[in-house]
Structure formats: C-alpha cells, structure tokens
C-alpha cells in the first residue's frame, strides 16, 4: 500500500448544495404520494380528530407534565392554533392544568384517565396502520425501506440547528490499511439492502478488489476514499484495461452522503486522471437499475455502447457497458 499513499492527498473542501427544480419536484411528487399512501387527507385513523389533534395528544401522552411552548416548539405550532386545542382538550375533560413553580406564565399540564383512554385506541390503531403498510414487503425490501427512512429523518433533522452549524467537510484521499475491505463490505450492504442482490456479488467485488491490490500498477492506476467530516462515505476505483483505455470500477456511496455532489466528485477525479495519464478512452461495466450512478456517467459524456439482460446476483438484470473519449485538454 506504500506506494498508493505516496501522492498527495486532495484538500478538503466545504460542500455545497445546489437545489434544483427536478429535486425540488421529485420532493413534492414524493409528499404527495406519501400522504395518500398513509391516509393523512382522510379522517386520521378513523376518528374525527385532525392529524394535528392526535400529535398533540400524543405529545401530551409521552411527555412529564409539558408546558404548552415544550409542545408548540416540538411541533412548530401557531401559540394561538394550539391553545384552542388545549381548550377543547380540557372541555372533553382530557387534560389539567397546575401552576408552574418557577414560571407564572406557564402551566404545567397532564392527561386525565379519561384522555389516556381516549388516546390509547387511537395510539392502537396508529400500530396496526404501519403493519398493514409493512405487511406486503419481504424483510430485505422492509429493512431497504426502514433504513431510507432513517436516512431521511438524519439529513432533515432540526434544519434550523443546521442552518448555523458549520458546513460538512468532504474529502478524497488515497486508501490506508482497512480501506479496501470496507469498499467490499459497502458494496456487499447497501446493494443487498436496496436492490436485493445476493453475496455472489459481494464476492465478484471481492476479487476485483483483491486483484486491485495484487496488481496494482501505481504509474497507470489509482483508488479514491471519500471522507465526509471524517468518516469513510465513498470510494471509486481506476484501472488500467489495456495501453490506451483506463476502466472506472467500484463507485460507491453511503446513504448518508447522497445529494452532496460526492459521486460526481469521485467520477470527476477518475476521469482527470485518465486524461492525464494519456488514455484515449474510459470504459465502466453498469446496470440499468443503478439511475443516479447513469445520471452522473450520461452528464459527463459517457455514452451506453451494449445493454444485455442477463441473470445475475440473485436477480434478473440488465448489464450496460459505457464509453467516454478522453480528448487531452491543452
């Protein structure tokens, strides 16, 4: 590995996001969908409660005598929007109220029997809606599932704590000790998780990986491990094909990275550096279902020259060989 860390090291850079009309839509189309798909334009979980009654209540059910602002800022509430919540709660007899000790302004605030039994049915039934929606998937489609909505929640988490924080630093370096076995470790998951492929595919990424290492020529090859604030997020892989082509392998990216321009980043560096090298061509072997890895290929002037359907990884598949010509910038 000594001679793949003989290079210098990219700096650092502070990522920043571009937001597109297309992302903009496929945000709003995804809403819309979702929404519908859990029934929140119809009366929410059978009941005449609106979606933003239940919350409340269930705020109140969770949490140790809340004040009304605790609520209010967990939920983003309009103060005047919530108080007459609050006020229909304690008419139905749901709800007490007792003074603050250290602040007069607030009331300390608690579920009555009588407003725990009116939330348990609907707490019930909230259960029983999310295994029917889970019901039809196999367990690798529900944990793919479960973990993208992981993914969501982790990047739009407190978005006002985010607008100050410092902005994520991303990195490309050349691989350590360790690296190479997490590429094929990344590949082997997140390929499993989201497209359902089997370990046959974790072991072809195994040997290329392997033969990288074995083989690797340093004059005509070169691997890139994308950090972001410091943890491994990505890698790409360059190697030599014959005199004249230079060939993209193993493009990976975590979930979490997603969005911040990485995997053209990665893509960008490979292509660089095969120009430079003096390649007259790039080739990359793809399928058909990897639509964000084609975006970034068909962005750069990578052109599909063979589409086969072939079976493979456990799965019925459609394996794509593209093309870039490198012509020497001046």
Same mark, same amino acid.
């Given at each position: 590995?000594?001679? =793949?860390? &003989?290079?210098? *090291?990219?700096?650092? @850079?502070?990522?920043?996001?571009?937001?597109?009309?297309?992302?903009? +839509?496929?945000?709003?189309?995804?809403?819309?969908?979702?929404?519908?798909?859990?029934?929140?334009?119809?009366?929410?979980?059978?009941?005449?409660?609106?979606?933003? $009654?239940?919350? @409340?209540?269930?705020?109140?059910?969770? /949490? $140790?005598?809340?004040?009304?602002?605790? #609520?209010? +800022?967990?939920?983003?509430?309009?103060?005047?929007?919530?108080?007459?919540?609050?006020?229909?709660f304690e008419a139905q007899g749901w709800l007490t109220r007792e003074p603050h000790a250290r602040?007069?302004? !607030?009331?300390?605030?608690?579920?009555?029997?009588?407003?725990?039994?009116?939330?348990?049915?609907? !707490?019930?039934?909230?259960?029983?809606?999310? &295994?029917?929606?889970?019901?039809?998937?196999?367990? %690798?489609? /529900?944990?793919?599932?479960? $973990?993208? =909505?992981?993914? @969501?929640?982790?990047?739009?988490?407190?978005?006002?704590?985010?607008?100050?924080? +410092? %902005?994520?630093? &991303?990195?490309?370096?050349?691989?350590?000790?360790?690296? #190479?076995?997490?590429?094929?470790?990344?590949?082997?998951? *997140?390929?499993?998780?989201?497209?359902?492929?089997?370990?046959?595919?974790?072991?072809?990424?195994?040997?290329?990986?392997?033969?990288?290492?074995?083989?690797? !020529?340093?004059?005509?090859? /070169?691997?890139?491990?994308?950090?972001?604030?410091?943890? /491994?997020?990505?890698? @790409?892989?360059v190697v030599r094909k014959s005199a004249t082509t230079a060939q993209l392998r193993m493009l990976?990216?975590?979930?979490?990275?997603?969005?911040?321009?990485?995997?053209?980043?990665?893509?960008?560096?490979?292509?660089?550096?095969?120009?430079?090298?003096?390649?007259?061509?790039?080739?990359?072997?793809?399928?058909?279902?990897?639509?964000?890895?084609?975006?970034?290929?068909?962005?750069?002037?990578?052109?599909?020259? +063979?589409?086969?359907?072939?079976?493979?990884?456990?799965?019925?598949?459609?394996?794509?060989?593209?093309?870039?010509?490198?012509?020497?910038?001046?």
């Open positions: 590995m000594a001679s =793949m860390t &003989a290079e210098i *090291i990219r700096p650092a @850079v502070e990522v920043e996001v571009e937001v597109e009309v297309a992302d903009v +839509k496929a945000v709003r189309q995804f809403n819309r969908f979702y929404t519908r798909r859990i029934g929140v334009l119809d009366p929410y979980l059978g009941g005449d409660m609106s979606l933003t $009654d239940v919350r @409340v209540l269930y705020e109140l059910a969770h /949490r $140790d005598t809340p004040t009304a602002s605790e #609520i209010g +800022k967990a939920l983003h509430l309009d103060g005047g929007y919530l108080s007459r919540i609050l006020r229909r602040d007069a302004r !607030q009331s300390l605030m608690r579920l009555t029997e009588a407003g725990h039994q009116a939330f348990a049915p609907l !707490q019930q039934r909230s259960r029983e809606e999310a &295994a029917t929606l889970l019901a039809p998937l196999a367990a %690798p489609e /529900r944990r793919r599932l479960i $973990d993208a =909505m992981q993914t @969501v929640r982790t990047l739009l988490e407190s978005p006002a704590a985010h607008a100050h924080a +410092k %902005p994520r630093t &991303a990195l490309l370096r050349e691989p350590g000790p360790g690296d #190479i076995g997490w590429v094929v470790q990344q590949h082997g998951e *997140i390929y499993a998780r989201e497209y359902g492929w089997n370990s046959d595919f974790e072991a072809l990424v195994a040997d290329l990986a392997s033969r990288f290492l074995r083989k690797f !020529q340093p004059a005509w090859e /070169r691997c890139w491990i994308a950090e972001l604030d410091g943890e /491994r997020v990505g890698a @790409v892989f990976i990216l975590a979930p979490a990275a997603r969005g911040l321009g990485l995997g053209a980043r990665l893509t960008d560096e490979c292509i660089a550096f095969a120009r430079a090298k003096g390649y007259r061509k790039m080739v990359l072997w793809t399928n058909s279902c990897l639509s964000a890895a084609r975006r970034i290929y068909a962005a750069r002037g990578f052109q599909c020259v +063979k589409s086969e359907p072939y079976e493979g990884f456990g799965q019925k598949l459609v394996g794509e060989t593209w093309e870039l010509k490198l012509q020497l910038q001046r």
